[in-house]
């Protein structure tokens, strides 16, 4: 499960949950999403499956330790096919 966080117009806070599972050759085979946007008490609304998040979902996304880093599994890289790479680091 993957978790991103942020706020639509900079006001509106949205959280998005990626579920999937790590294959053995590393890929991450996402089999869902959902993105919740508003306030618990004022408004809230639930998206399965949003557009935005579907697109991304699709696209082939490996997993890996960097080679200078690869006694330490504290950072990890998502590496989304044809796109760029996301860097994570345990705090």
Do not use: H
């Amino acid at each position: 499960r993957l978790l991103d966080a942020g706020r639509l117009f900079g006001i509106i806070p949205f959280k998005t949950t990626w579920k999937g599972k790590l294959g053995s050759d590393n890929v991450i085979d996402w089999y869902t999403t959902r993105t919740k946007m508003g306030w618990k008490r004022f408004w809230s609304k639930t998206f399965d499956r949003p557009p935005a998040s579907e697109k991304l979902r699709k696209a082939n996304w490996k997993v890996f330790v960097p080679e200078e880093c690869s006694g330490d599994s504290s950072i990890l890289i998502f590496q989304r096919e044809g796109k760029g790479r996301l860097c994570f680091a345990l705090e």
